[in-house]
């Protein structure tokens, strides 16, 4: 709601009275701003960061149809996210997987693998043609798209990479314009996250992302945020949908890994809620510790534990040539509930 004339009222009850009918105005008008209605279902198209967006219990995913349900809508959610997909993958499996469930919507996240992968990548003329033929298959099923543009390939915003992929979300945002497709203009928000909170460790960034591609708690809450706001969200909905996800089961999980080497690794993880792992933050952070590092390194002490010559195994690598990860895993998950509950209490 846009007022482009007030009248001023000085010294008088009627400014407040008027005040306060503005903003119960507003507020009771907005969700009727939000484009996706009660009980209309959306798929998620993409890759590995959809997938993960769904198995994730705080994915973007799920966030996006929390935060939905925490402004009054009850959207029925219809994952379609598959590790390592590319646009010509996509648009192959687009009618099975999308398109025969009869949603009303659908959010396409779609290009990150069409770069990162190299020669085995999809090249951005027949990347165009792929994403426009996907987005027109689904218009004429009448099924509403939601473009995200791809977020980044490292959270060097000025590798080659990012680079390359920049000409991939420009086509994005043209096409979104011209099909008239919401946009949420995800590697724009990425991009001004990251550059106000510059990297000096000298390792690659880790602010958004757990490995540079695939999404940590923060990246989820970025993306399921921009979703929301090219839904229709304004801020106030927005802090309803952020409210909701505090308290998510899960939704802020804490994990650790181990790698042994030759793509064998020891992996651990703890439910926790947002609201949880933001007060495990806060905590450590008074110690100039970061809770990633700190429950890291908790892991890597308890495998060397098992080395010798204190333990049984020469090395980590021996726990799997033993045919011993299952035993270990379940050993060290056992030590890393500890660890967290103990930082739980204090």
Same mark, same amino acid.
């Given at each position: 709601m846009q007022i482009t004339k007030r009248r001023r009222f000085i010294g008088c009850a009627t400014t407040t009275w008027l005040a306060l009918a503005i903003l119960l105005a507003t507020v009771s008008n907005? @969700?009727?701003?939000?484009?996706?209605?009660?009980?209309?279902k959306?798929?998620?198209?993409?890759?590995?960061?959809?997938?993960?967006?769904?198995?994730?219990?705080?994915?973007? /995913?799920?966030? *996006?149809? !929390?935060? %939905?349900?925490?402004?009054?809508?009850?959207? #029925? &959610?219809?994952?379609?996210? /598959?590790?390592?997909?590319?646009?010509?993958?996509? %648009?192959?499996?687009?009618?099975?997987? *999308?398109?025969?469930?009869?949603?009303?919507?659908?959010?396409?996240?779609? $290009?990150?693998?069409?770069?990162?992968?190299?020669?085995?990548?999809? &090249?951005?003329?027949?990347?165009? #043609?792929?994403? #426009?033929?996907?987005i027109e298959q689904c218009q004429a099923a009448n099924v509403k798209v939601v473009i995200l543009t791809a977020t980044v390939i490292g959270e060097e915003v000025d590798n080659d990479n990012n680079?390359? +992929?920049?000409?991939y979300n420009e086509f994005l945002r043209e096409l979104a314009k011209a099909k008239k497709c919401p946009l949420a203009d995800l590697n724009a928000l990425f991009q001004e996250a990251i550059k106000a909170h510059p990297n000096s460790t000298g390792k690659p960034g880790?602010? %958004?992302?757990?490995?540079?591609?695939?999404?940590?708690?923060?990246?989820?809450? @970025?993306?399921?945020?921009? *979703? @929301?706001? !090219?839904? $229709?969200?304004?801020?106030?909905?927005?802090?309803?949908a952020q409210a909701a996800w505090l308290d998510m089961p899960g939704g802020g999980t804490v994990k650790a890994r181990f790698d042994a080497g030759k793509g064998?690794? +020891?992996?651990?993880?703890? &439910?926790?809620? %947002?609201?949880?792992?933001?007060?495990?933050? #806060?905590?450590? !952070?008074?110690?100039?510790k970061s809770l990633n590092d700190l429950l890291t390194a908790a892991l890597v002490a308890d495998v060397k534990s098992l080395l010798k010559p204190a333990g049984e195994y020469e090395s980590a690598a021996a726990i799997f040539l033993a045919k011993k990860e299952k035993d270990v895993q379940k050993l060290l998950q056992e030590k890393f509930n500890q660890h967290v509950e103990s930082l739980l209490k204090n």
């Open positions: 907005s @969700l009727a701003d939000i484009a996706v209605k009660e009980g209309q959306i798929g998620f198209m993409g890759d590995s960061i959809t997938a993960g967006g769904w198995s994730n219990p705080g994915g973007y /995913v799920r966030l *996006v149809i !929390a935060g %939905l349900e925490a402004n009054g809508i009850k959207a #029925t &959610p219809a994952p379609a996210g /598959v590790s390592g997909n590319k646009s010509n993958q996509m %648009l192959e499996r687009l009618k099975r997987d *999308v398109l025969d469930k009869k949603p009303d919507w659908m959010t396409l996240s779609c $290009g990150v693998n069409d770069v990162w992968h190299g020669v085995k990548g999809v &090249p951005l003329d027949q990347y165009k #043609t792929n994403i #426009t033929t996907i680079k390359k +992929l920049a000409s880790r602010l %958004l992302t757990s490995d540079g591609v695939h999404m940590n708690s923060a990246g989820d809450q @970025l993306m399921a945020q921009g *979703v @929301l706001q !090219a839904m $229709g969200c304004d801020a106030a909905q927005i802090q309803k064998q690794r +020891l992996e651990v993880a703890y &439910p926790l809620t %947002l609201r949880q792992r933001e007060k495990l933050q #806060t905590a450590v !952070a008074k110690e100039s």
